[in-house]
């Protein structure tokens, strides 16, 4: 783990446009010192239970401790795999610029979107313009949803009500590591109301309204708080911020273990409470409801065959992103409408629309399923070849390599399937490869131009060789 956040560092030290390596190596210590933390938890614990209940107790204490060693494990793998993902682009693109990203492309291994975004640092790093952040958030996002959403799913989910409670827990302890960067109980505090005859009691907690561990809390506070914060850092404290991150991960996390913040979390649980009381007229109780991070779907459609804003979209002030989960995970209906009166239709798992630029129309949707088998995703993969129509054959060596990978070391993966043109949408499949636990996510990928271009003539713009 250290190797890995200082090897981001040096990348951001030796090329300051790499903005992604530079937020990885700046939120590091965050992460490290909380992997640190939860290394000592398992055996801390059996050694606690003894002394306190005998040796009778334990075996329910090693079963705790199981549990444990399993969050420690995965955040080990998640690490492993964004490093797999991010580090070959990176490095790619320094041996050979774009010629190489685009070797990435014309191979199904990254997507339109992605491609962009390296076009985009491409373009601005030498100006430094705003497109070097916006290429870089996209980045972000597919490191957030694409790699390690899943694995924050699994662990959330895991034998209720452990793992609902231990990553609320993570959500109330976080403290990030960027300068001036808010931890999610001071940006998003729960706030709880209670309505009498004649008043609206309000209290302010030191509590979260929502867990890092749901994509859409964890990329609203990254959004509108940890990455505006990063760059503002960056920006305006450049000399500081190189400085910063040329330290060893090891020696700046010292500060945010839990130990050495015991007494700050304390105080913040005893003193961030606000309370209030007003009077309850008939035009207060509209906007008397809580807050909600994540919106609960039965259905939702989206129609691409008309020009789409920001408003139409449903994206906030100072969001540039709309997000349809259930917060328990449970499926829904997702239909979109696409030039030529053709409909896509699925049971999905997660959607998010996105602008690939700040405060910008949005160009991006993004429509996941839940986790399947090799099997049933090779079946998927082939219902779309023929419905969307992109080669069988592409499928089926898919397929065949999936199952080579299966017995390999490499932990993540990913293969996109381009379809045919649908007017001025650009329509793709996604499949990572998640290797050892056996499951592939789905995902169909919708991408348009504002200008109104056809995506055959973008696809061609995207690759000089007119893949």
């Known amino acids: 783990m250290k190797a890995v956040y200082d090897y981001y560092g040096q990348l951001f030290l030796d090329q300051p446009y790499l903005l992604w390596a530079g937020l990885a190596a700046t939120i590091g210590p965050s992460f490290f010192a909380g992997f640190q933390d939860l290394a000592i938890l398992p055996d801390a614990l ?9 040796r009778q107790s334990s075996r329910v204490a090693g079963r705790a401790a199981h549990d444990l060693v399993y969050y420690e494990t995965t955040f080990l793998t998640m690490q492993k795999k964004i490093f797999e993902d991010q580090a070959p682009m990176h490095e790619a693109y320094l041996a050979g610029g774009m010629a190489e990203i685009e070797k990435f492309y014309i191979a199904g291994i990254i997507d339109a979107a992605t491609l962009q975004a390296w076009q985009q640092i491409d373009i601005g790093r030498s100006t430094a313009s705003e497109s070097v952040a916006d290429g870089n958030r996209m980045l972000l996002f597919r490191e957030q949803y694409d790699i390690i959403d899943w694995y924050y799913t699994r662990m959330r989910e895991r034998r209720w009500p452990l793992g609902s409670s231990l990553t609320y827990l993570m959500t109330l302890t976080g403290a990030p590591s960027v300068p001036q960067a808010r931890p999610y109980p001071q940006q998003y505090p729960l706030r709880m109301q209670a309505r009498m005859p004649r008043f609206m009691i309000s209290a302010r907690t030191p509590l979260a309204a929502g867990n890092i561990a749901i994509f859409a809390d964890r990329w609203r506070l990254i959004e509108t708080d940890t990455l505006p914060a990063y760059l503002a850092f960056i920006r305006n404290h450049p000399d500081e911020a190189l400085e910063l991150v040329s330290r060893p991960v090891s020696r700046r996390a010292r500060a ?68 349809w989960m259930n917060r328990r995970r449970e499926a829904f209906h997702f239909t979109v409408t696409l030039p030529g009166e053709r409909e896509y239709h699925v049971q999905a798992d997660m959607a998010v629309m996105l602008s690939s630029t700040r405060a910008g129309n949005p160009d991006r949707l993004i429509v996941r399923l839940a986790p399947v088998s090799l099997e049933a995703a090779a079946r998927l993969i082939g219902d779309y070849a023929t419905q969307w129509g992109f080669p069988a054959d592409e499928a089926d060596a898919w397929h065949a390599s999936a199952v080579d990978q299966a017995t390999g070391d490499r932990r993540y993966s990913t293969h996109v399937f381009k379809a045919a043109d649908i007017g001025t949408v650009l ?32 696809r061609r713009a995207m690759s000089t060789d007119g893949s």
């Open 256 to 323: 945010y273990r839990l130990l050495r913040r015991a007494r700050q979390l304390v105080a913040g649980a005893v003193t961030h409470w606000e309370v209030g009381l007003r009077s309850l007229s008939r035009e207060s109780v509209a906007d008397g409801h809580p807050d909600r991070t994540s919106p609960q779907n039965s259905a939702v459609e989206i129609d691409l065959a008309r020009p789409l804003t920001r408003e139409s979209a449903g994206f906030g002030t100072a969001t540039d992103s709309q997000v």
């Open 427 to 458: 329509l793709e499949f996604q499949v990572s490869h998640h290797v050892r636990e056996r499951h592939f996510v789905v995902m169909t990928l919708f991408s348009w131009n504002n200008q109104g271009e056809k995506s055959g003539e973008r």
């Open 46 to 54: 059996q050694e606690a239970a003894i002394a306190i209940f005998g």
